[in-house]
Protein backbone atom coordinates (compact mmCIF):
# COMPACT_ATOMS: atom_id res chain seq x y z
CA UNK A 1 0.00 0.00 0.00
CA UNK A 2 1.39 3.32 -1.08
CA UNK A 3 1.97 5.61 2.07
CA UNK A 4 3.66 8.44 0.42
CA UNK A 5 1.37 10.94 -0.96
CA UNK A 6 1.70 14.06 -2.62
CA UNK A 7 -0.58 16.80 -4.01
CA UNK A 8 -0.04 19.53 -6.32
CA UNK A 9 3.44 20.24 -6.34
CA UNK A 10 5.65 20.62 -9.68
CA UNK A 11 9.00 19.32 -9.70
CA UNK A 12 11.36 20.91 -12.26
CA UNK A 13 14.75 19.92 -14.02
CA UNK A 14 14.94 17.03 -11.43
CA UNK A 15 16.93 13.45 -12.59
CA UNK A 16 14.91 11.18 -10.79
CA UNK A 17 17.47 8.59 -12.42
CA UNK A 18 20.01 10.05 -9.69
CA UNK A 19 17.40 11.01 -7.20
CA UNK A 20 14.74 7.99 -6.68
CA UNK A 21 11.13 9.69 -6.85
CA UNK A 22 9.47 8.69 -3.34
CA UNK A 23 7.03 5.41 -3.74
CA UNK A 24 3.81 6.48 -3.59
CA UNK A 25 0.35 8.40 -4.91
CA UNK A 26 1.29 11.85 -7.07
CA UNK A 27 -1.86 13.79 -7.56
CA UNK A 28 -2.30 16.96 -9.73
CA UNK A 29 1.64 17.30 -10.15
CA UNK A 30 3.03 18.11 -12.93
CA UNK A 31 6.96 17.24 -13.95
CA UNK A 32 8.32 19.46 -16.06
CA UNK A 33 12.28 18.82 -17.55
CA UNK A 34 12.40 15.53 -15.56
CA UNK A 35 14.71 12.71 -16.06
CA UNK A 36 13.44 9.49 -15.07
CA UNK A 37 15.48 7.08 -18.22
CA UNK A 38 15.71 3.85 -16.59
CA UNK A 39 14.49 4.78 -13.77
CA UNK A 40 12.03 2.33 -11.59
CA UNK A 41 8.60 4.00 -11.68
CA UNK A 42 7.08 0.33 -10.61
CA UNK A 43 4.12 0.43 -8.26
CA UNK A 44 3.29 4.61 -8.56
CA UNK A 45 0.45 6.37 -8.76
CA UNK A 46 0.07 9.22 -10.65
CA UNK A 47 -3.56 11.07 -10.68
CA UNK A 48 -4.30 13.93 -13.01
CA UNK A 49 -0.23 14.79 -13.57
CA UNK A 50 1.12 16.03 -16.24
CA UNK A 51 4.96 15.26 -17.58
CA UNK A 52 5.94 18.34 -19.57
CA UNK A 53 9.51 17.64 -21.74
CA UNK A 54 10.36 14.66 -19.83
CA UNK A 55 12.56 11.97 -20.70
CA UNK A 56 10.94 8.55 -19.33
CA UNK A 57 12.71 6.18 -21.57
CA UNK A 58 13.39 2.80 -20.63
CA UNK A 59 11.57 3.20 -17.14
CA UNK A 60 10.22 0.56 -15.24
CA UNK A 61 6.43 1.05 -14.83
CA UNK A 62 5.13 -2.33 -13.35
CA UNK A 63 2.01 -2.05 -11.53
CA UNK A 64 2.16 1.98 -12.32
CA UNK A 65 -1.14 3.85 -12.30
CA UNK A 66 -1.54 6.70 -14.62
CA UNK A 67 -5.26 7.81 -14.34
CA UNK A 68 -5.85 10.86 -16.49
CA UNK A 69 -2.46 11.69 -16.96
CA UNK A 70 -0.92 13.79 -19.75
CA UNK A 71 2.46 13.62 -21.33
CA UNK A 72 3.62 16.50 -23.26
CA UNK A 73 6.49 16.84 -25.59
CA UNK A 74 7.77 13.71 -23.97
CA UNK A 75 10.47 10.92 -24.91
CA UNK A 76 8.75 7.26 -23.65
CA UNK A 77 10.86 4.95 -25.97
CA UNK A 78 10.73 1.52 -24.83
CA UNK A 79 7.81 1.47 -22.39
CA UNK A 80 5.55 -1.37 -21.72
CA UNK A 81 2.30 -0.06 -20.88
CA UNK A 82 0.91 -3.43 -20.56
CA UNK A 83 2.83 -3.48 -17.52
CA UNK A 84 1.15 -0.90 -15.73
CA UNK A 85 -1.76 -1.13 -13.11
CA UNK A 86 -4.55 -1.41 -15.18
CA UNK A 87 -7.62 0.21 -13.47
CA UNK A 88 -8.52 2.98 -14.82
CA UNK A 89 -5.73 3.80 -17.03
CA UNK A 90 -5.97 6.53 -19.05
CA UNK A 91 -3.59 9.18 -20.70
CA UNK A 92 -3.24 11.40 -23.90
CA UNK A 93 0.11 12.09 -25.43
CA UNK A 94 0.90 15.08 -27.66
CA UNK A 95 4.29 15.59 -29.61
CA UNK A 96 5.34 12.75 -27.82
CA UNK A 97 8.35 10.06 -29.14
CA UNK A 98 6.91 6.45 -27.84
CA UNK A 99 8.88 4.10 -30.40
CA UNK A 100 8.82 0.84 -29.55
CA UNK A 101 6.95 1.21 -26.57
CA UNK A 102 4.17 -1.65 -25.88
CA UNK A 103 0.53 -1.01 -25.44
CA UNK A 104 -0.39 -5.21 -25.66
CA UNK A 105 -3.73 -5.73 -24.52
CA UNK A 106 -4.76 -2.46 -22.84
CA UNK A 107 -8.18 -1.43 -23.37
CA UNK A 108 -7.54 2.38 -24.24
CA UNK A 109 -10.99 3.33 -25.61
CA UNK A 110 -10.88 7.26 -26.66
CA UNK A 111 -6.75 7.83 -25.89
CA UNK A 112 -5.79 10.46 -28.18
CA UNK A 113 -2.29 10.88 -29.58
CA UNK A 114 -1.03 14.23 -31.44
CA UNK A 115 1.91 14.90 -33.45
CA UNK A 116 3.53 11.89 -31.95
CA UNK A 117 6.19 9.27 -33.44
CA UNK A 118 4.48 5.43 -32.67
CA UNK A 119 7.26 3.68 -34.76
CA UNK A 120 7.59 0.08 -34.46
CA UNK A 121 5.09 0.64 -31.18
CA UNK A 122 3.21 -2.94 -30.16
CA UNK A 123 -0.54 -2.49 -30.58
CA UNK A 124 -1.25 -6.30 -30.69
CA UNK A 125 -5.06 -7.18 -29.34
CA UNK A 126 -4.89 -3.02 -28.24
CA UNK A 127 -8.36 -2.00 -27.49
CA UNK A 128 -8.00 1.94 -29.61
CA UNK A 129 -11.53 1.87 -30.43
CA UNK A 130 -12.28 5.54 -30.77
CA UNK A 131 -8.89 7.25 -30.14
CA UNK A 132 -7.72 10.21 -32.12
CA UNK A 133 -4.46 9.67 -34.26
CA UNK A 134 -3.26 13.18 -35.29
CA UNK A 135 -0.26 13.46 -37.34
CA UNK A 136 0.67 10.11 -36.08
CA UNK A 137 3.93 7.97 -37.57
CA UNK A 138 3.13 4.21 -37.44
CA UNK A 139 6.13 3.43 -39.08
CA UNK A 140 6.99 -0.79 -37.99
CA UNK A 141 3.99 -0.46 -35.63
CA UNK A 142 1.95 -3.93 -35.67
CA UNK A 143 -1.82 -4.27 -35.06
CA UNK A 144 -3.35 -7.82 -34.89
CA UNK A 145 -6.10 -8.50 -33.57
CA UNK A 146 -6.54 -5.02 -32.35
CA UNK A 147 -10.02 -3.35 -31.78
CA UNK A 148 -10.21 -0.09 -34.18
CA UNK A 149 -13.72 0.48 -34.22
CA UNK A 150 -14.58 4.02 -34.95
CA UNK A 151 -10.93 5.19 -34.34
CA UNK A 152 -9.34 8.37 -36.48
CA UNK A 153 -6.31 8.01 -38.78
CA UNK A 154 -7.18 10.71 -40.93
CA UNK A 155 -3.97 12.60 -40.51
CA UNK A 156 -1.41 10.05 -39.82
CA UNK A 157 0.58 7.94 -41.77
CA UNK A 158 2.99 4.92 -42.43
CA UNK A 159 0.55 2.24 -40.73
CA UNK A 160 0.03 -1.20 -42.34
CA UNK A 161 -3.42 -2.18 -40.77
CA UNK A 162 -4.59 -5.80 -42.13
CA UNK A 163 -8.53 -4.67 -42.20
CA UNK A 164 -8.88 -8.68 -42.06
CA UNK A 165 -7.50 -9.22 -38.85
CA UNK A 166 -8.30 -6.08 -37.09
CA UNK A 167 -11.59 -5.05 -36.10
CA UNK A 168 -11.93 -1.65 -38.37
CA UNK A 169 -15.52 -0.59 -38.61
CA UNK A 170 -16.46 3.19 -38.52
CA UNK A 171 -12.54 3.76 -38.36
CA UNK A 172 -11.58 7.26 -40.07
CA UNK A 173 -9.05 7.18 -43.04
CA UNK A 174 -7.92 9.68 -45.57
CA UNK A 175 -7.63 8.81 -49.49
CA UNK A 176 -4.19 8.92 -49.20
CA UNK A 177 -3.94 6.38 -46.03
CA UNK A 178 -5.52 3.70 -47.89
CA UNK A 179 -2.69 2.33 -49.20
CA UNK A 180 -2.06 1.48 -45.13
CA UNK A 181 -4.93 -1.12 -45.38
CA UNK A 182 -3.95 -2.71 -48.58
CA UNK A 183 0.12 -3.39 -47.85
CA UNK A 184 -0.19 -6.87 -47.25
CA UNK A 185 -1.69 -7.40 -50.87
CA UNK A 186 1.70 -5.85 -52.56
CA UNK A 187 -0.46 -3.58 -54.86
CA UNK A 188 1.20 -0.30 -56.63
CA UNK A 189 -1.31 2.27 -55.76
CA UNK A 190 -0.75 6.12 -57.65
Same mark, same amino acid.
Given at each position: ?????? $????????? @? +??????????????????? @??? =?? !???????????? +??? !?? %??????? &????????????????????????????????????? =???? !????????????????? @?? $??? %????????????? &????????????????????????????????? +?? +??? &??? !?????????
Amino acid at each position: MNTHYV $EDKEFRGTD @F +SVQVLAKGEYENCRFVNCT @FSH =SD !LSNLTFVDCIFE +SCD !LS %LAKINHT &AFRDVTFNACKLMGLHFNSCNTFLLSFSFEDCQLNSS =SFYQ !LSLKKTKFKNCSLQEVD @FV $EAD %LSQSVFDQCDFAG &AVFDHSGLEKADFRTSYNFSIDPEINRIKKAKF +SM +SGL &AGL !LDKYQIEIE
